[in-house]
C-alpha cells in the first residue's frame, strides 16, 4: 500500500498509468481527495465519508482490470419535496469495498453561465468536504455542478447545508438542479456579460426559465425529460441546437452593422477576400480594397464574417432569436438536430413568448406524450401541423430546408 | 453511535427548503463585467488561452481559459478559489467545454497567473482560437461518467479523455488548427456527451445482447417498463415466466432494457468498446448543422490508455488539420473532398457497418431546418 | 352471327406465339446510324429541334425533333410515316419524352419537312438544347392516362397537358431558357408519369377518403389484398360483416384500395385535382438528383383547360426563367436562392401543408448516394 | 350531331375547346380517328371497332363535364400463354356508351431505344386498325408501345396479328410487353445509335436484358413490378435513376479526353470561365485561355463539361456503368430515386454481371418480398448487408452520400 501524507491508497498500477503525461489527471484529483480528506478528517474537520475517494480508487482499479463497470443502477433515492436532482448509484462490490456502496450523485443547479465567485464555490467545497466524497465534475455535461458520491442519508443534510450555506457557512446557497423526467438544469453561454455577440440576455433569460419552472425543475412529471438551453447568437456556445429540446438561438433580422475603417484596418493584415468573401456560404459579400458591402438580402447571419472581423462587424439592430425544438440524443427515434419552430421572436418579447410556447408544449406533450417520448418524437408522431396549432404558430418556410417531396398531404379538415 | 445520534449536525435538524432557485448570476459577475453587460465591443486573441475583451466604455478585461480533467476535489477547486482571489478578484467561470476562465482587468498578471496555475495545479493555458487569423487550438473533450460514476457505460470516459489529451496537449497549448473541432466522448449510446454533433466524437458501444437473468427480472424488474424503453422493439413480455424475451435480431445493443431493469445486464469485457464518429456541428457559422457520422465501427477497450483509440483520433485529427482549408471544420472539409477521400487520406476502412440501417428516424427528418440560418 | 363464326379470320385461327421479343433495334436504325453505331465524334445544335451529329468517319445526320400529343391516330402514324419515306429514307424515332424525331442525311431537306410536318400534322419543331450556348427549349411533358383511360386519376392528363403546352408553345419553339426544364404529369399519386423527379410536375390528388360501399365490397373485392394495399394501414378488415373499415386520420387518399377493390370509389368532383411540385431532377449534371418538392398543395379541377393550373405553371417558369443563371435548373436555383425566396419570387403560399409528415421513408434513405457521380 | 366527312361525331362541347391553340390536340386525334376509321370501314376495310374511337369522345366529354373518370378497374383479362401486358379497362356507362364499355390496353414492347422503320410502325397501324380502337399512344412512360382501346375477344388475335405480322402483313412482328407483377418492358436511350456520350452500349444492353427475361417479362410472379432502365450516361436520358428498380448508368473511370484545340476553338464563342470551369461542382477544371485542365481525381463525372464542349471533351476510355437500385415512384415507402449498388462494373463485363445480379436479386425479392413490397423497400426492410450478400458485393463509400450517424450496427455475427 503506498502511504502519501500519512495516507494509505489502494494499490491502482492501472489507474497509475493516467496520472502520466501533461494533461491533468483525474486520478491524481481522486488521490488528492482520498489524502486529504482524510488530513482534514484526522485534522478534526467533521467529514462523513472519509474513505470514499479511496473507496472510488479501488472500485475504479477493479473496472479498468474487469473492462466493465462496477455500479449498479441506484433506483429512486431524493431529497424532501423534490423528485429529482438525485442520482442514485450502489456498487456491485458491496462486501469488498463498502466505502462506496452508496455512491449517489447530486445535481447541482449551476449560477447561469457558470459565472463564480470564489466565495461561492468554496460553499460548494465546504458542503461537500463535509457530506460527501469531495469529489466534483465542474461541471456535468447538462451544466450542473456534480457532486460525485454520498450515501443516502446525507442526501438531505447535504441538501440542507446547501440551502442554508449562508446561514450555516456565511455562504451562497444552492439548489438543487433537475434529473428524471422533470425540467433539466437550462443552461445559458456567457453572452451578454462577456460577448459582443449576445443578441439576447442568455442569462437572464437562462434565469427567469430556471425560477418560473422550479415546480417542473424539481419534479418529474412528464413522459420524458426536457432540456432548454440559451445561446446568445447562431455560433451556438451551448450547442444547444443538438442538446436541447428547445433551444433559443440568439439572432437578428436587420443589417450587419459596419464599421469600413475597422475593415481597413483588418485588411492591412488579413486577406478579407479569401478569410471572409469566398467563405461566405450565400455569397452576400463583396470587398473592392476598400469597402466592405454586404448583400443583407442574401446573408442567412451564419456569424462567420462577424466571427473573423469582430472589431468591424457586429450584427443588426433589431435583435432577438429563433426557437429550436425537438434537440435530443438518440433514443427512441435517433439522434436529432433541434429544427425551427419559430424562425424569429423580437428580444423584447422573448422570454414572455418562450414562456407561453413551454407551457403550451408541456400541457400537450404531458396529455399526449408516451412514456419515454421526447417531444420532437411526439411532434413527428402527431405532425408539426399539430404542433403548430400548440404554439400558436403559422407555418413559415423557414422551417424547413425544404417542402414536403410528396403530396401525401392530410386534409383532415375536409373529412371530419 | 447514540451519542452521534443525539450530536445531530444543524444541517440535520433544519427544514428542508426547497425552489429557491440557483444563485443569481449578478451577484457572480465580476465588478467590470456587470458595469459593461451588453456592451462589449470586441475581442482580440492575445495568445493561446487569453482573449482580450474591450468595452464600449473602453474598460478592458482579460478571460485566460485552462483545461481541466472536469473531475476535481474539492481540494483543487479551493486552490483555483485561491488563485483567483490573487489575480482575479475573486471572480471566475466556467466555460461549455469544462474548461476554467478566470477574469482579469491587469494585463501584466496574465504571465503570473499561467506560470502559478502551471505550477499549482498543472492545467494548461489554451483552448481558445484567434479566428481573425484563422489559427485555433483544440478545446477540452466534453464527456461523461464512464466507470467513475455510470452503470451503462461501454466504456470509461475520463480514461480515454486524458490519453488522448495527453497525445494532442501541443493541440490544446497551441493554434495549430485551421479551424475549430470540437471532440467529444459519451461512454454509452445514452450519448450524455453529446456525441451526435461533434467534429469528432468517441462513443462506447456494447456489441451483445443483454443476458437476461430471468430470476432477476423477475425480483427486481417492471417488465412493461422494460419493454417499454427497448428502442427497437426486441424484448416482449413473456407472461406466462414473468420474465422477457428477447428477439436477437432487433436488439442494437443499447442497453436502455438494462437501465430499467438490473436483471438483462448488457456489459462485456471483451465485446464492449467505442465507435468513432465524425464531422458533426452545431453552429451555423458557414456550413449548416450537422449529425456525426461513424467512420470506425468499433474498437474494443484496451484500459488503461486505449491506444488504438488514441491513435485513430489523432490520424483522423492530424490528417484534416493537414488538408483542410483556413475556417474549414472536418464536416466542412470532407464536403469539399468527398468520403471517398476521407477514408483514403485516414486509412480508414469502409465496411458495410458504415452504412446505416437504423430505421427509426422519419425521412421527413432531413426537410426540417436545423439551423437559424436563413433569408429574410 | 353464325356466318361471321365460320368466316373466322387468320389472326382468329393461328396458334399463338409466344415470347419471341421485340423487333430487334438494329434493323430499325438508318444505314448511316449503324454504319458509325457508338462511333460518334460530336453533335451541334443547328436550330430549335435541329441537332447535326457528326461521326468519326465524317458522316453526318441530323435529327429533326417534333413535339406530339402523345395520343396518337394511327392515321396520324401512316401521315407520319409518308414524311419519314419522303424526307429519310424510312428511318424515324421518339425520344423519351413522346417527341418524334426524324433521321435525315440531307441538310437541304430540313427545312421542307419542318415546313410539312406542321403544315400535315401539326406538330412543332423544336424541344431541343443548345448546351454549348446554354440556350434551351422547353421539352413535352411527360404525362400519363387520366380521364382518358385510367380508373383512379384525380384529374385528366391530356387536358392539362395540352392547354399548359399552348400556353407555353413558344418555349418549345424557341431557346428560350437558360437551362433544362423538364414538366411531368401523373393523375394520380400513383405517379405515372414519375413526376416525384421532375423540376415542374403536376400530380393528380384526391382529398377525401373513399366512400365504402359494403355491399360492394362484399361481392366484388378481396379483403385482405385491399386491406394490404393500403400505404398508411388506414384500413383494417370488418370481418364479421366482411367488409372493410376505414381510419379517417390515417387515409392520405391515395386510391390504392380502389385499385383493388372497385367498392370504395375514391374519386370527388369538387375535391379531385392536382398539386405542383419543382425542383426535381435526374441528371447528375453539376447538382445531384432530387427528389421534386411540393410547391401548391391543391388546386381544383377545373375542365377543360385548367386555367389555374396553367397559370401556376407558367409562373413558376418564367419567373425561374428569369432569375436563373445559365445551366441553372430549378433546382439548383432554389438551392442558391433559398426557399424563402422561391416562395416570395413566385407569390406562392407556404402553408403548414408543405411541411413533409409523410412518415414511411426511413431516415436512412437521406444518406444513400442517389446519384452516379463521385471520385475514384 | 356534327358531320364532318360524312361521319356523325357526338356533341362534346368541352372536349373542342381542347382543339384550340397551337400545340397538337389529342381530341383532334381522337376525332380524326372516328372519321378515318369509320370511312376506313365505309370503303370496305375490316374493321372490328369502328365505334370507339366515338365511343370514347362520348365518355371523356362526360368526365369532362362530371369531373371524374368513367373507367372501372378491369379485372384480369390476358392473351394466351401471358400473364400480362393487357390493362383491362370498363366503362361505368356500359348502357350509354357501349362502344367503349371494353377498352382494354395491350402494351408492346418497343425497339430498343424507340427507333423505328416506317415498315415496323405501319404494321402496328395496320394491325391496330383492324383490332382495336386505332388509338395509341407513342408511348407509354415505361416506354411500350400503348394501344388503346378493344374488347376482350379481340386480344388474341390482335396479339396474333402482331406475332405473325410477317406472315399476314408483310409487316414486322411485336410482341406484348410488361405489366402487372412482372419485369416490365426495359428501356433505353438512343446511347451509340446516336449520342457520343454513350459509355457502354444501351441498346444491346436493354435487347439482351429483354430477351433473356421473356419470361419474367410475360409471367407475373414476383411480389410487385420491376423495372430495368439504361442510359448511356449520367445525363441519364431515360430518367432511370428515377424510374426504375435497376438502373444502368454509363460512366467511365479513367480520364476525361481532351482536344485541347477544340477547347480554344470554342472559346472563341463562349465564355469557357464561366460556362465550364465555374459550373463544375467538385472545381476541378482550369483555364487559362490556352489550355483546359481538369484534375481527374477531382472529376465526379457529372457530364457538364462535356455536355457544353461535346466537340473538345469526351468520357475517359475506361467505360462502362454504375448500377442504381431501388428507384421507383411513391408506394408504399415513399419515392426513391435508386441508389449506388455497385459503383462500376466495365463494359465488357457489364451485361453478364447484371444478369447475374438481376437473377438474384430476383430471387431472394420472390422468397423475401412482402405482397407489393418493391426491391428498394424490400433492401430497406432487411438492410444494405444482405442485399450486398445477395448481389455479392463488398460495400463502397461510393454507395453513400455519407456513412451512417448513429452508432446502432447490428453485430449479428457475434449474437448467433
Ligand atoms: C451526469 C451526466 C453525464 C456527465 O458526466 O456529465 C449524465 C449522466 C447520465 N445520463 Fe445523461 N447525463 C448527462 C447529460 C446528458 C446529455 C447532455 C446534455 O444534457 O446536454 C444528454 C444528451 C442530450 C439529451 O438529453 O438527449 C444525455 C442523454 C441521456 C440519455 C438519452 C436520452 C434520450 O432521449 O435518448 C439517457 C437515458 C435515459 O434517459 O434513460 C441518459 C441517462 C443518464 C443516466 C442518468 C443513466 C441512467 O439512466 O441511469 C446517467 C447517470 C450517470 C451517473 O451515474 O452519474 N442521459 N445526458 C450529464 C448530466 C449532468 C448534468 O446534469 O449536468
Ligand atoms: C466560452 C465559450 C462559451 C461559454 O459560455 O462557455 C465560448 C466562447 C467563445 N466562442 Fe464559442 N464558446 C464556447 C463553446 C462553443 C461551442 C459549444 C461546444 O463546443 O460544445 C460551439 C459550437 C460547437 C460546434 O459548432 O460544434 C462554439 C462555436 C463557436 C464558433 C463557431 C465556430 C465555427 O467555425 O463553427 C465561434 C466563432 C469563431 O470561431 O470565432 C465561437 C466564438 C466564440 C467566441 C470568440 C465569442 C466571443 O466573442 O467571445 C468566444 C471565444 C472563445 C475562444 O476563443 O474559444 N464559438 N463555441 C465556450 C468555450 C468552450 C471551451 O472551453 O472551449
Ligand atoms: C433524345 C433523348 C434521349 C432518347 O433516347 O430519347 C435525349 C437526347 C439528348 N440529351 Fe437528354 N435526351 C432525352 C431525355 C433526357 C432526360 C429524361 C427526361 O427528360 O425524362 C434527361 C434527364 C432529365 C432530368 O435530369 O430531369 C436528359 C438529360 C440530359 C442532360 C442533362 C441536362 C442537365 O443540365 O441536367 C443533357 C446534357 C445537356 O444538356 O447537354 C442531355 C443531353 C442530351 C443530348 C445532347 C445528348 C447527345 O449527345 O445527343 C441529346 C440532345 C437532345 C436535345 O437537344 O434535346 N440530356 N435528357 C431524350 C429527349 C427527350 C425529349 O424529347 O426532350
Ligand atoms: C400506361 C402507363 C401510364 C401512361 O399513360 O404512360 C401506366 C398506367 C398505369 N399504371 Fe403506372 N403506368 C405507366 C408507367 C408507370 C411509371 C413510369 C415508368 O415506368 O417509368 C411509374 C413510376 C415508376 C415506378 O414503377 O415506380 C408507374 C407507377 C405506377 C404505380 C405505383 C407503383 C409503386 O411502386 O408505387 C401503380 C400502382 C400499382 O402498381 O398498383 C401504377 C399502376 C398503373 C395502372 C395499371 C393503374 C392500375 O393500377 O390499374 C395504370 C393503367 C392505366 C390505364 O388505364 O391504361 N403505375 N407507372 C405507363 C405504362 C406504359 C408503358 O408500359 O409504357
Ligand atoms: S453563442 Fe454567440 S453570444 Fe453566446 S458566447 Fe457564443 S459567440 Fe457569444
Ligand atoms: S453572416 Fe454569414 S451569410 Fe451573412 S454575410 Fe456574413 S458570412 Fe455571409
Ligand atoms: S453516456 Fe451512458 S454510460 Fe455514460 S454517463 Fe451517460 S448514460 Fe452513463
Ligand atoms: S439492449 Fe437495447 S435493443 Fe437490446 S433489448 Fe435492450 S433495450 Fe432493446
Ligand atoms: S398516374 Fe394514376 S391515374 Fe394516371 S395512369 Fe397512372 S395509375 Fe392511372
Ligand atoms: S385511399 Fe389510400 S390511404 Fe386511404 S384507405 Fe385507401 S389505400 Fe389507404
Ligand atoms: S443518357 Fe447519355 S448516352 Fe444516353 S442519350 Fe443521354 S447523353 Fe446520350
Ligand atoms: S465532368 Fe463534371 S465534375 Fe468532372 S470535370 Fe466536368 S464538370 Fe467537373
Known amino acids: 500500500m503506498p502511504v502519501v501524507d500519512g495516507v494509505e491508497l489502494p494499490e491502482t498500477p492501472l489507474l497509475d498509468e493516467l496520472e502520466k503525461g501533461p494533461w491533468p489527471s483525474f486520478v491524481k484529483e481522486i488521490k488528492k481527495t482520498a489524502i486529504e480528506q482524510e488530513k482534514a478528517m484526522k485534522a478534526g474537520k467533521k467529514i462523513k465519508l472519509p474513505g470514499a475517494a479511496k473507496g472510488l480508487l479501488k472500485v475504479l482499479e477493479l473496472a479498468y482490470k474487469d473492462k466493465r463497470t462496477h455500479w449498479k443502477h441506484g433506483g429512486i433515492v431524493s431529497v424532501i419535496g423534490y423528485g429529482g436532482g438525485v442520482i442514485g448509484r450502489y456498487c456491485d462490490l458491496e462486501d469488498q469495498i463498502p466505502e462506496v456502496w452508496h455512491f449517489h450523485t447530486i445535481r447541482i443547479n449551476m449560477p447561469a453561465g457558470w459565472f463564480y465567485t470564489t466565495k461561492a464555490l468554496r460553499t460548494i467545497c465546504d458542503v461537500w468536504e463535509k457530506w460527501g466524497s469531495g469529489l466534483t465534475n465542474f461541471h456535468g455535461s447538462t451544466g450542473d455542478i456534480i457532486l460525485l458520491g454520498t450515501r443516502t442519508e446525507y442526501l438531505q443534510p447535504c441538501a440542507n447545508a446547501l440551502a442554508y450555506a449562508d446561514q450555516l457557512y456565511g455562504g451562497v446557497p444552492f439548489d438543487i438542479g433537475g434529473s428524471g423526467s422533470d425540467l433539466r438544469t437550462p443552461s445559458a453561454c456567457m453572452g451578454p456579460a462577456l460577448c459582443e455577440f449576445a443578441c439576447y440576455d442568455t442569462l437572464k433569460a437562462c434565469y427567469e426559465f430556471t425560477m418560473r419552472y422550479q415546480n417542473e425543475l424539481h419534479r418529474p412529471m412528464w413522459p420524458y425529460k426536457?432540456?432548454?438551453?440559451?445561446?446568445?447568437?447562431?455560433?451556438?456556445?451551448?450547442?444547444?441546437?443538438?442538446?436541447?429540446?428547445?433551444?433559443?438561438?440568439?439572432?437578428?433580422?436587420?443589417?450587419?452593422?459596419?464599421?469600413?475603417?475597422?475593415?481597413?484596418?483588418?485588411?492591412?493584415?488579413?486577406?478579407?477576400?479569401?478569410?471572409?468573401?469566398?467563405?461566405?456560404?450565400?455569397?452576400?459579400?463583396?470587398?473592392?480594397?476598400?469597402?466592405?458591402?454586404?448583400?443583407?438580402?442574401?446573408?442567412?447571419?451564419?456569424?462567420?464574417?462577424?466571427?473573423?472581423?469582430?472589431k468591424a462587424l457586429k450584427p443588426g439592430k433589431e435583435r432577438g432569436a429563433t426557437i429550436l425544438i425537438g434537440g435530443k440524443a438518440p433514443f427512441v427515434d435517433g439522434a436529432i438536430i433541434g429544427w425551427v419552430a419559430v424562425p424569429f421572436i423580437p428580444e423584447n418579447e422573448l422570454i414572455e413568448k418562450c414562456c407561453e410556447m413551454l407551457e403550451a408544449i408541456w400541457e400537450w406533450w404531458d396529455e399526449e406524450g408516451k412514456f419515454r417520448e421526447r417531444v420532437g418524437e411526439l411532434i413527428w408522431r402527431k405532425g408539426m401541423d399539430e404542433f403548430l396549432k400548440v404554439i400558436n404558430q403559422k407555418a413559415d418556410v423557414r422551417m424547413v430546408y425544404a417542402p414536403r417531396n410528396n403530396p401525401f398531404i392530410f386534409w383532415r379538415e375536409l373529412n371530419e | 453511535m447514540v451519542a452521534q445520534e443525539v450530536e445531530k449536525e444543524p444541517e440535520e435538524t433544519l427544514q428542508p427548503k426547497t425552489d429557491f432557485g440557483p444563485p443569481h448570476y449578478e451577484i457572480m459577475l465580476h465588478p467590470v463585467v456587470k458595469k459593461n453587460y451588453g456592451k462589449w465591443a470586441y475581442h482580440e486573441a492575445v495568445r493561446p488561452g487569453v482573449i482580450k475583451r474591450v468595452a464600449e466604455s473602453g474598460d478592458v478585461i482579460y478571460t485566460v481559459r485552462f483545461g481541466t480533467p472536469r473531475l476535481l476535489s474539492i481540494y483543487t477547486v479551493r486552490e483555483i478559489c485561491e488563485i483567483a482571489d490573487k489575480y482575479c478578484d475573486g471572480y471566475l467561470r466556467f466555460t461549455s467545454r469544462h474548461n476554467v476562465e478566470f477574469i482579469l482587468t491587469d494585463p501584466d498578471k496574465i504571465e503570473p497567473l499561467i506560470k502559478e496555475v502551471q505550477e499549482k495545479l498543472g492545467f494548461p493555458c489554451g483552448g481558445t482560437r484567434d479566428t481573425t487569423n484563422a489559427k485555433y487550438c483544440l478545446s477540452n473533450i466534453i464527456h461523461t461518467q464512464g466507470w467513475v460514476h455510470c452503470h451503462t457505460p461501454a466504456t470509461d470516459a475520463s480514461g480515454i479523455v486524458k490519453s488522448v489529451m495527453d497525445e494532442l496537449y501541443d493541440y490544446f497549448t497551441d493554434y495549430k488548427l485551421p479551424a475549430q473541432c470540437r471532440i467529444s466522448l459519451a461512454c454509452c449510446a445514452n450519448m450524455c456527451g453529446a456525441v451526435h454533433a461533434s467534429d469528432i466524437s468517441i462513443v462506447g458501444v456494447h456489441r451483445k445482447v443483454p443476458k437476461i437473468d430471468d430470476d432477476a427480472v423477475r425480483r427486481t424488474c417492471e417488465i412493461p417498463s422494460t419493454?417499454?424503453?427497448?428502442?427497437?422493439?426486441?424484448?416482449?413480455?413473456?407472461?406466462?415466466?414473468?420474465?422477457?424475451?428477447?428477439?436477437?435480431?432487433?436488439?442494437?445493443?443499447?442497453?436502455?432494457?438494462?437501465?430499467?431493469?438490473?436483471?438483462?445486464?448488457?456489459?462485456?469485457?471483451?465485446?464492449?468498446?467505442?465507435?468513432?464518429?465524425?464531422?458533426?456541428?452545431?453552429?451555423?457559422?458557414?456550413?449548416?448543422?450537422?449529425?456525426?457520422?461513424?467512420?470506425?465501427?468499433?474498437?474494443?477497450?484496451?484500459?488503461?490508455?486505449?491506444?488504438?483509440?488514441?491513435?485513430?483520433?489523432?490520424?483522423?485529427?492530424?490528417?484534416?488539420?493537414?488538408?483542410?482549408?483556413?475556417?474549414?471544420?472536418?464536416?466542412?472539409?470532407?464536403?469539399?473532398?468527398g468520403w471517398e477521400r476521407f477514408?483514403?487520406?485516414?486509412?480508414?476502412?469502409?465496411?458495410?457497418?458504415?452504412?446505416?440501417?437504423?430505421?427509426?428516424?422519419?425521412?421527413?427528418?432531413?426537410?426540417?431546418?436545423?439551423?437559424?440560418?436563413?433569408?429574410?
Open chain 2, 343 to 376: 477514408f483514403e487520406l485516414t486509412g480508414l476502412e469502409f465496411t458495410e457497418k458504415l452504412i446505416d440501417d437504423y430505421k427509426r428516424t422519419p425521412y421527413i427528418y432531413a426537410s426540417y431546418r436545423t439551423s437559424a440560418a436563413f433569408r429574410w
Open chain 2, 227 to 337: 419493454v417499454a424503453a427497448c428502442p427497437t422493439g426486441a424484448l416482449k413480455p413473456d407472461m406466462k415466466r414473468k420474465t422477457v424475451v428477447l428477439d436477437k435480431d432487433k436488439c442494437m445493443y443499447c442497453g436502455n432494457c438494462y437501465t430499467m431493469c438490473p436483471g438483462m445486464p448488457i456489459f462485456d469485457p471483451d465485446n464492449d468498446g467505442v465507435a468513432i464518429l465524425v464531422a458533426g456541428k452545431v453552429s451555423d457559422a458557414r456550413y449548416p448543422p450537422q449529425l456525426s457520422k461513424v467512420v470506425v465501427p468499433w474498437i474494443g477497450n484496451n484500459p488503461p490508455r486505449w491506444p488504438e483509440v488514441v491513435q485513430t483520433i489523432k490520424k483522423i485529427l492530424e490528417t484534416w488539420a493537414t488538408h483542410a482549408e483556413k475556417y474549414e471544420r472536418i464536416a466542412e472539409w470532407v464536403h469539399r473532398i
Open chain 1, 226 to 310: 426536457f432540456k432548454i438551453k440559451c445561446s446568445g447568437c447562431p455560433n451556438d456556445c451551448v450547442a444547444a441546437k443538438a442538446r436541447s429540446d428547445f433551444a433559443i438561438i440568439g439572432t437578428w433580422k436587420d443589417e450587419i452593422q459596419i464599421d469600413q475603417e475597422a475593415v481597413r484596418e483588418y485588411a492591412k493584415v488579413i486577406d478579407i477576400e479569401e478569410h471572409v468573401v469566398k467563405k461566405c456560404p450565400t455569397k452576400a459579400i463583396s470587398w473592392d480594397g476598400k469597402e466592405l458591402k454586404i448583400n443583407n438580402r442574401e446573408c442567412i447571419r451564419c456569424m462567420h464574417c462577424i466571427n473573423v472581423l469582430p
